[in-house]
Antibody
Framework: QVQLQESGPGLVKPSETLSLTCGVSGYSISSGYYWGWIRQPPGKGLEWIGS???????YYNPSLKSRVTISVDTSKNQFSLKLSSVTAADTAVYYC????????????WGQGTLVTVSS | QSALTQPPSASGSPGQSVTISCTGTSSDVGGYNYVSWYQQHPGKAPKLMIYEVTKRPSGVPDRFSGSKSGNTASLTVSGLQAEDEADYYC???????????FGGGTKLTVL
């Protein structure tokens, strides 16, 4: 059974960089699929942030691309998100997901982690 | 690129059928058979219910079905049950900018 688990600070100051890691168990990242991040502001809808392949190939949401970096560490079977210059608008639950790009759906989700941007 | 358009709410009584729509454009919903649907209960992560417009992952009841006509995709829940009460989100591939779009979500209430 594929399981994903987000980890990282729950509070980030404005203008700083948000950093999250997603640990994957039950499946080797190197075996295939893209791995991505999706966020959901409190009480609002879902927004795809971006996705990465084990080779390092990435797709980013154009609206966030200038501030986002997604990286992968196959030796640890995990991938990470960095979002720079955060504001209160970046406050959200952040989910890591497995992304079947060829058919374009997200089939496994982490439980999500709330990140609040506040001084 | 704008999010896909969903009605904010839908409702039905137990045993009835409800259909939720998801409207996009010819550059996303209408142009590709890559529409998926997700169910989200309060405080939980979304769960994949439908992919490639009509396909159900293993374990999803056949009461859930998907379809598409032109630029509008639909999710139908037949034989409504109390546990179907949740938020539902559609998603589609959008070729411009290689984007993945979501709808704003529909809150399904079982009366």
């Amino acid at each position: 059974q594929v399981q994903l688990q987000e980890s990282g600070p729950g509070l980030v100051k404005p203008s700083e960089t948000l950093s999250l890691t997603c640990g994957v168990s039950g499946y080797s990242i190197s075996s295939g699929y893209y791995w991505g991040w999706i966020r959901q502001p409190p009480g609002k809808g879902l927004e795809w942030i971006g996705s990465i392949y084990h080779s390092g190939s990435t797709y980013y949401n154009p609206s966030l691309k200038s501030r986002v970096t997604i990286s992968v560490d196959t030796s640890k079977n995990q991938f990470s998100l960095k979002l720079s210059s955060v504001t209160a608008a970046d406050t959200a639950v952040y989910y890591c997901v497995r992304h079947f790009v060829a058919r374009d759906y997200f089939d496994y989700w982490g439980q999500g982690t709330l990140v609040t941007v506040s001084s | 690129q704008s999010a896909l358009t969903q009605p904010p709410s839908a409702s039905g009584s137990p045993g009835q059928s409800v259909t939720i729509s998801c409207t996009g454009t010819s550059s996303d919903v209408g142009g590709y058979n890559y529409v998926s649907w997700y169910q989200q209960h309060p405080g939980k992560a979304p769960k994949l219910m439908i992919y490639e417009v009509t396909k159900r992952p293993s374990g999803v009841p056949d009461r859930f079905s998907g379809s598409k006509s032109g630029n509008t995709a639909s999710l139908t829940v037949s034989g409504l049950q109390a546990e179907d009460e949740a938020d539902y989100y559609c998603s589609s591939y959008a070729a411009s900018n290689n984007l993945r779009l979501f709808g704003g979500g529909t809150k399904l209430t079982v009366l």
